[in-house]
C-alpha cells in the first residue's frame, strides 16, 4: 500500500525537540514512513508525519508491507531505493535483517532514520520512540503494584525478532526480578501482532496454567488477551478479576477495556509525535545536521486518566496542523 499527499504549511510549530533550526527546503523533498506492517498503531505516527511535512513542504508518503515480516519490509525498502526518495523512516521488524538493504538505501544518498522501533546495527541515523527498555521497567513496577508483589504471569509479544519489543520484554523481565522476586514470568508467548492469534493463544494460555494471575502485553494486542479472559469468565471457568491484564498502546478495544475495567491500565507511546520528529530529523538531515536519538516518552493509562489522557498528551502539539493526508 503506497498513499502519498503534499499539503499547505501550518502557521505554528510545535514546542518539539529538533536539530537545531530546521528550516523549509529550497527544493521539495519526498519522505517515506515504513511501519512494520498493517496496523491502527501506526495512523497517529504517520498523522504525525503528515502534518509536520504539511509545515516544512516535504511531500510525504506511506508504503506500508501487507504483514509483519521482515523480508516483505525489505521489499518496499529496496521500491522506495529504486523510486530515488529522499528520506526514509522506518519501524525495524528486525535489526539484522535490515542492515544490507539500510546501508544500500544510504549508499544511494537517501537518508534514513528509524522510529518506534530501532535497528541499532543498521547505519540509520538516529531512533525517534519510546525508551523501550525503560517502558519495560515502568509496565513491571505498575503490574507488580497490581500483583501485590507475587503470582504467576504471562508475557505475551508480538513477534520476538523485533528488538524494540525484547527491550521491553528485558526491562520487564529484569525490574520485576528485582522489586518483585515473587512474581513468576512463566512464559512469553509468541502472538505474532495478531488480536485473533493472541486470543487463541490466551486460550491456551488460560487452559495450560490455571492459577495464573495476570497477563502483561509488550506490544499492543492485549484486547485479544481480553477477549479470551471475558469468554472464559463468561462460561464459568474463570472468575471476575481473577487474571489481571496489561499492555501496550491505545487501540480502541483497549482504551475500552480499561473503561470497563477488564483491562487494567495500558502503555501509551506518543505516536503522533514520532511521526512530527520524523520529518524534522530527515529534514536536518538533508541539511548536513547530525541526528540523535530521541525518547519520546511514554504515559501510564489507567480508569482515572484514560478520559484526559489524549487531551493532555497534545498540549505538546497546540499549534500543529490535525488535518489528514
Not at 525489505?74 to 535483517?97: F, H, M, T, Y
Not at 544510504?106 to 525503560?134: M, Q, R
Not at 515502568?138 to 504471562?154: D, H, V, W
Not at 492469534?197 to 494471575?213: D, F, G, R
Request: include cysteine.
Amino acid at each position: 500500500m503506497l498513499t502519498s499527499c503534499t499539503q499547505k504549511a501550518a502557521t505554528t510549530t510545535p514546542p518539539v525537540t529538533t536539530p537545531s533550526a530546521t528550516t523549509t527546503p529550497a527544493k521539495q523533498l519526498t519522505f517515506v514512513m515504513v511501519p512494520k506492517g498493517v496496523h491502527p498503531y501506526y495512523i497517529p505516527c504517520y498523522q504525525g508525519f503528515v502534518d509536520a511535512g504539511a509545515k516544512y513542504g516535504i511531500k510525504v508518503e506511506e508504503a506500508v508491507p501487507q504483514k509483519f515480516e521482515v523480508p516483505l519490509q525489505v521489499q518496499v525498502i529496496e521500491d522506495l531505493i529504486a523510486q530515488k526518495v529522499d528520506g526514509i523512516a522506518i519501524s525495524a521488524n528486525d535489526d539484522a535483517g535490515l542492515v544490507p538493504v539500510i546501508a544500500e538505501a544510504t549508499k544511494a544518498g537517501i537518508k534514513v532514520i528509524t522510529f518506534d522501533a530501532p535497528a541499532p546495527s543498521s547505519a540509520a541515523l538516529c531512533y525517534i520512540g519510546t525508551d523501550n527498555e525503560s517502558a519495560g521497567s515502568a509496565a513491571a513496577t505498575e503490574m507488580a503494584k497490581l500483583m501485590g508483589n507475587k503470582g504467576n504471569l504471562i508475557i505475551l509479544q508480538g513477534g520476538l525478532a523485533a528488538s524494540n519489543l525484547n527491550l521491553r520484554t528485558k526491562g520487564f523481565k529484569e525490574t520485576m526480578a528485582k522489586i518483585a522476586p515473587n512474581i513468576k514470568i512463566l512464559d512469553v508467548v509468541d502472538e505474532q501482532g495478531d488480536l485473533s492469534v493472541t486470543q487463541t493463544k490466551t486460550e491456551a494460555i488460560l487452559e495450560a496454567y490455571p492459577k495464573l494471575n495476570a497477563i502483561f502485553a509488550v506490544s499492543a494486542e492485549i484486547a485479544g488477551a481480553n477477549s479470551a479472559v471475558k469468554d472464559a469468565i463468561a462460561k464459568g471457568r474463570l472468575k471476575q478479576g481473577q487474571v489481571i491484564l496489561g499492555g501496550f498502546d491505545d487501540v480502541t478495544t483497549t482504551l475500552d477495556g480499561i473503561k470497563d475495567g477488564s483491562i487494567a491500565f495500558c502503555l501509551v507511546q506518543k505516536t503522533y509525535k514520532m511521526g512530527w520528529l520524523s520529518i524534522e530529523n530527515l529534514l536536518a538531515a538533508t541539511q548536513g545536521k547530525t541526528l540523535q536519538n530521541i525518547d519520546t516518552g511514554m504515559v501510564i493509562v489507567t480508569k482515572a486518566n484514560v478520559a484526559t489522557y489524549m487531551d493532555d498528551m497534545k498540549k505538546e502539539f497546540a499549534g500543529a496542523t490535525t488535518g489528514g493526508s
